[in-house]
């Protein structure tokens, strides 16, 4: 039993918007995430995205005992992470596919 997180998940509701933002805690972390995980759907047009995205998501493995939704918060954590990566890299490759181009 010590070995699993404390953790808590809940919806947060559509005031400001058409979306309900899914909230997850673990181990105590603050109610509110510093930064929500947010993604641009253009992504989803580019394929190295979706490869990204389906290669992480079958590395990781649910464990005997762990809980759905701490498999959830952890997969939701590692892409956040990937997908800032990603983002960032994009764009360095675009900018210089550009800077190619003008040359």
Known sequence: MDQLP????????????????????IDGDDCKPKAPFKF???????????QMITK????????PGQSSSIFF???MKS??????DWAKNKRIKDEQTLRDTEQ
Do not use: C
């Open 6 to 25: 404390l953790y808590r998940q809940w919806v947060g509701s559509e005031e400001f918007s058409d979306h309900m933002p899914i909230y997850l805690e």
């Open 40 to 50: 641009n759907y253009t992504q989803f047009k580019d394929e190295s995205y979706i």
């Open 56 to 63: 992480d998501w079958k590395t990781y493995v649910v464990h």
């Open 73 to 75: 918060a952890y997969k």
């Open 79 to 84: 892409l956040k992470q990937k997908s800032i």
